[in-house]
């Protein structure tokens, strides 16, 4: 039996850098919720200290309800997901 290495057609794709942290999907999903929830607190801040409308308040508010239900959602099927693969048998 003889055994020769694969060469590729193309350079292997290289791994994040040392200054550049791997983000996956899910994490930009819950950074971006993130800087929702923050946009609706300076929106409620803002009418506290009567600088902002009481529309805009309740806008930014109902959109950081929605990421975080979108957020809680995406996290729920992703532990249904795992839990579904860590039951199968190999």
Same mark, same amino acid.
């Given at each position: 039996?003889?055994? &020769? ?9 290289? !791994? ?5 942290? &791997? ?20 929106? &409620? ?6 600088? !902002?409308?009481?529309? &805009?308040? @309740? @806008? ?26 860590? !039951?199968?048998? @190999?």
């Amino acid at each position: 039996m003889r055994v &020769e290495p694969l060469v590729p057609d193309v350079a292997a794709p290289r !791994g994040p850098r040392a200054d550049e942290p &791997e983000v996956s999907a899910f994490g930009r999903l819950v950074d971006a919720a993130g800087a929702i929830l923050a946009d609706a607190d300076r929106a &409620e801040a803002a009418f506290a200290a009567h600088r !902002g409308g009481l529309q &805009e308040m @309740v @806008v930014e508010r109902a959109r950081a309800d929605l990421a975080l239900q979108v957020a809680a959602s995406a996290a729920q099927r992703t532990a249904q997901a795992i839990s579904s693969v860590l !039951g199968m048998q @190999v």
